[in-house]
């Protein structure tokens, strides 16, 4: 006989209360109640019902989840919303202007840097960030910079050349 | 423009807008109303019995709805057949919930639903679970002795068992002027699809469920859950429009859809139940393999003996079997050949197809020994091949329906620049690198099964095809729409393929690198259907040109149907429309394929890789610099994503051959690298220079589109062309994969 036990005894007084955070995401202020067990990324794609950001690992270990924070790209499943309170969130939901594509997303059309899709959202917000922190100058560093996000499909190779058109175009801004 | 030239062409994924966007929707991204979280909870041990479920923890938790394990589950039926789905192995299912026997480790024991995801979640890890342990064994190489032939079913009719012994191989081998005897292994893998699997059940009442499911065969789903739990077909309705990668894992309903739905029924509420990462080692998974060789020749380097045989692990409750050792003397014509396949049970879930099933690692074992028997013969390696090439079928002496491999071995060496190379092992630095080039045949069979497509056309001249078929990433929907518009001779603009929903017509399985020919040809069959109706109403029309001219002799084209030698016969299809009284023209079909012809022969897509590899020996790190894959599939319906396709299967055996594996902790027996840090696929600093081609290859056999399919046969000549470039490049042959810097060291 054997007994698996947790270590989490005498939790009858388990009791979390809500935190109010304020939000900007796309552009539109949000006011969220959320309780501080609830990650950045639950809290999008379930209190905000922006879906596009993907949960992949909830680990920080395929980068699914990547949303531009302040201008920098993080790992939303590795934030706790609470955490982020009167921050500016870009999600792949804003990463468009309108009806109208931004110069990455036509060129991951055009390049066909997705299969089934599901880490492109990911990909998409990381490579924009990316290159806005400018770091990234040859093909080997992009390749570097984004070894981040996983992607199962195998589309990498597109994914780069997606990226690169947008670079030395020189539009991603 | 002319629309008549559809197929052939790089159109961009049709539903990319949508994945760029984030508005395409996978199954766990239903933001339902009322909408409550289930967490799974999962065996720590791997054989025995639960005695006790201790739920008093969990349960005082707020917002903690209700616990499911087999001491409360609902009524469930005891046939097996039941539960018996599409893509089931020869055995008994794994039913869910049903006892308190742990059959392996990682069973799912329990469901904690709760108002919010992170209340179940904290609940689950709160329930105290007694077992009673039983001794098991979970390692293939402790278990040589047990076993066994595989049980025969309806999955060995789709993969045959190795054909009978030919010839003497004994004698031949023995009298062989060149010989390689060889032991491959490799490990578990998992499919990892970077969608986790998830099920959003939708409780519609009147014993009616919709469920978004991560699948690969919503009418699979459909049948599987309406089996189980007593329901009408028709009152399931499973979706599945977009999926976040398959590759082999979503081809069984996996058990995150049967704990939701049950959980639905029992709450009549809408429930979703989404796998964590280390859940997703909890289910099928690319058996480990224990492969030997012995190929002989003669000292002109013909083959004249080939020995291979596979031990793969299965399950104690199902034979998952695949076809590893028949591919051979598909390709080599040897006379003597000793083929043995056999499986051993094992306190593990059944395993599963995972891209490129059987094919990816018998052609490790196959490839890898003509490779060494190459420089065994002092022959070159490609040469080797050629001098060894078939046109026809030996093993089942049966001719091929086509066979364009000699193309892509000439077409890939040339791209690849073979023809440079040195062929002396280490005889290549690059810095402080040793620089290998290896190559390796790829092969893979063209299935045929029935499907069924309904079409329709609308007053504004509009057309709607519609398939319970999915799209794992493969582009489904966009060659279905280039087929359809073809077909009917109009523009990719006024064709909507529409998908991935169980109420549309019956589909198999999107798996095998069979959707393409399979679903491809029921769209092309339905659209003829179409023409032929729409030509009926066209000769009913006041003054029309056609009433006394035959279907064959016109043609549509430019949305226009007309005689080739009187163009203003012509009538667009769209006022043809309009004339019917019925507003809309529609028909369905179920394509049969002709089995007594296509029986006749082999039919196999083939490949040919070239890779490059760089080795630095002090670190034993390992770089696939570059690498060619020629392709021969038929008619290649979409460059472009067929390209993705194959660039994918090459990445795969990057990842094969150098990095995936599923570590086992055998005296535990439980999985231990299970997330995504430590279990390794390339990442994008990994992957360097790639290159696909494909062949001209015509076939009038195989199917209505002479299509073979990509999916698989990118993967399956990779792997073993790495393997054979590190051997060129470095003198070791490592036969275990994946290779890792300490086996060169």
């Known amino acids: 006989m054997k007994a698996e036990s947790t270590d989490r005894e005498n ?25 501080p067990w609830v990650s950045l990324l639950d809290a999008i794609r379930d209190h905000c019902n922006l879906t596009g950001t993907k949960k992949g690992c909830d680990h920080g270990q395929c980068g699914a989840c990547t949303v531009i924070c302040d201008g920098n790209r993080i790992l939303s499943c590795l934030t706790l919303a609470v955490m982020k309170n009167k921050s500016e969130i870009t999600t792949i939901e804003g990463i468009a202007d309108g009806d109208e594509l931004h110069p990455l997303q036509k060129a991951f059309i055009k390049h066909d840097a997705f299969q089934c899709g599901y880490c492109t959202p990911g990909q998409i917000c990381s490579a924009i960030a990316m290159l806005k922190e400018g770091k990234a100058n040859t093909r080997e560093e992009i390749k570097e910079q984004m070894s981040g996000n996983l992607c199962r499909c195998g589309a990498n190779t597109n994914i780069i050349d997606a990226i690169i058109e947008i670079k030395n175009k020189g539009n991603y801004e | 423009m002319k629309t008549s030239k559809q197929i052939g062409k790089p159109v961009s994924r049709l539903e990319g807008n949508l994945k760029v966007t984030g508005a395409a ?12 979280h289930g967490y799974i909870v999962n065996s720590t041990i791997t054989k025995g019995k639960i005695i006790a479920i201790d739920e008093s923890s969990a349960r005082k938790i707020s917002g903690v709805i209700e616990i499911y394990s087999h001491t409360n589950r609902s009524k469930l039926p005891w046939f097996d057949i039941l539960y018996t789905d599409m893509d089931a192995p020869p055995g008994t299912p794994f039913k869910p919930l049903y ?9 799912p024991i329990a469901l904690v639903v709760a108002e919010c995801f992170e209340t179940s979640r904290y609940a689950a890890s709160l329930l105290k679970i007694t077992y009673e342990e039983e001794t098991f064994e979970t390692e293939l190489m402790m278990r040589l002795a047990a076993a066994r032939n595989p049980k025969k079913g309806m999955a060995t009719s789709i993969k045959p068992l190795p054909p009978s012994p030919t010839g003497n191989f004994e004698e031949a081998y023995e009298q062989a002027d060149a ?35 991560k699948t690969q065969g919503t009418n699979n789903c459909q049948i599987y859950i309406a089996n189980v739990f007593g329901l009408h077909f028709k009152d399931v309705r499973v979706l599945s429009p977009f999926v976040g990668g398959g590759f082999g894992s979503g081809l069984r309903p996996q058990y995150q859809l049967f704990l939701c739905v049950m959980a639905s029924l029992e709450l009549k509420r809408n ?88 094919g990816s690692t018998g052609l490790h074992a196959i490839e890898a020994t003509m490779d060494a028997l190459s420089y065994e013969l002092n022959i070159d390696p490609l040469a080797l091949r050629l001098l060894n090439y078939s046109e026809r079928d030996v093993s089942a002496d049966k001719p091929y329906s086509s066979k364009e491999l000699k193309a892509c071995y000439l077409q890939g060496a040339e791209k690849f620049g073979w023809s440079d190379r040195n062929p002396e092992p280490r005889s290549t630095k690059r810095g402080n690198r040793l620089v290998g080039t290896g190559m390796s045949t790829g092969i893979w069979d063209v299935i045929a099964l029935p499907a069924k ?22 582009g489904t929907k966009t060659i279905m729409t280039q087929i359809a518009a073809e077909t009917l001779g109009i523009s990719i603009s006024d064709v909507t393929f529409a998908y991935g929903d169980s109420k549309m017509p019956l589909a198999p399985i999107q798996g095998g690198s069979y959707t393409t020919g399979v679903i491809g040809s029921a769209v092309k069959a339905v659209c003829t259907a179409l023409k032929k109706k729409i030509f009926r109403q066209a000769k009913k029309m006041k003054h029309s040109a056609f009433k006394k001219v035959k279907f064959k002799d016109v043609v549509f084209e430019d949305g226009k149907i007309f005689l080739p030698n009187k163009p203003n016969s012509a009538v667009s299809i769209k006022s043809v429309v309009i004339d019917n009284e019925e507003k809309v023209i529609k028909t369905s079909k179920t394509n049969i394929p002709n089995l007594l012809k296509i029986k006749q022969y082999t039919r196999a897509a083939h490949s040919a890789a070239f890779v490059e590899v760089e080795v630095d020996e002090e670190l034993g790190v390992i770089n696939v610099t570059r690498a060619v894959t020629a392709v021969a599939a038929g008619k290649i319906i979409n460059p472009k994503t067929a390209r993705s396709q194959i660039l994918g299967g090459m990445i795969w055996g990057i990842s094969k051959a150098l990095r995936e594996e599923t570590l086992t902790d055998h005296h535990l027996g439980k999985y231990m690298n299970t997330n995504l ?35 698989e046969i990118g993967l399956a000549s990779m792997a073993p062309a790495i393997a054979n470039a590190i051997f060129h490049a470095t003198g070791k042959r490592i036969n275990k994969f994946p290779i890792h810097f300490d086996a060169l060291l």
């Not at chain 2, 497509?453 to 493969?474: F, H, L, N, P, Q």
């Not at chain 2, 430590?678 to 589109?705: G, Q, R």
Request: hydrophobic fraction near 35%.
């Open chain 1, 11 to 35: 939790n009858n007084d388990f009791n979390l209360t809500t935190s109010q955070v304020k939000l900007k995401i796309n552009g539109n202020c949000l006011q969220l109640n959320v309780l």
């Open chain 2, 453 to 474: 497509a309904k079409a329709k056309i609308d007053r504004e001249g509009k057309v709607k095809v519609t398939s319970a078929v999915t799209d794992i990433g493969t």
């Open chain 2, 677 to 711: 840090g430590e279990y390794h696929i390339p990442v994008h600093a990994d992957i360097h220079e790639l290159d696909v081609l494909f062949v001209e290859e015509n076939d009038e056999i195989i199917n209505e589109l002479g299509s073979k399919g990509v999916g």
């Open chain 2, 25 to 36: 929707k996978y199954a766990a991204d239903y933001n339902e109303s009322d909408l409550v």
């Open chain 2, 271 to 358: 429930v979703r139940v989404t796998m964590d990462r280390a859940q997703m080692f909890t289910f099928g998974h690319r058996p480990q393999t224990i492969q030997r060789t012995k190929f002989g020749a003669s000292a002109d380097g013909i083959v004249t003996a080939i020995h291979h045989s596979a031990i793969a692990e299965t399950s104690h409750f199902e034979d998952y079997t695949e076809v590893v050792v028949n591919w051979a003397n598909m390709l080599y014509p040897a006379k003597n050949t000793l083929l043995d396949y056999k499986l051993v049970p094992l306190d593990l879930f059944t395993p599963m197809d995972m891209r490129a099933p059987g």
């Open chain 2, 179 to 213: 010989k390689y005897e060889g032991e491959f292994f490799h490990g578990a893998e998992h499919h990892n699809p970077l969608e986790l699997f998830a099920t959003t059940t939708i409780f519609e009442g009147d014993g009616k469920l919709t469920v978004y499911d």
């Open chain 2, 99 to 107: 006892n308190n026997q742990v059959l392996y480790n990682g069973q």
